[in-house]
């Protein structure tokens, strides 16, 4: 999901139920991550993502 998508509609203050909290989120910054399961194996690997909500390489936790 692109950053404008997230902060559209308290997208972001809804899910974690807390305005303020998600305010402080977006002024800080944080990082855009995807997991896909492999239909495979059930493996799950997590994506970073830029503001675009593109994937930019793998996300190493």
């Known amino acids: ?24 989120t977006i002024s800080e910054g944080c990082i855009s991550v995807i997991a896909k399961i492999s239909e495979i194996n059930g493996v799950v690997e ?9 994937e930019i390489g793998p996300w190493l936790n």
């Open 1 to 24: 999901m692109s950053a404008p998508w997230i902060e559209g509609n308290n997208r972001l203050a809804n899910a974690i139920g807390d305005s303020d909290l998600a305010d402080d």
């Open 46 to 54: 997590y994506y970073r993502l830029n503001h675009l909500g593109q």
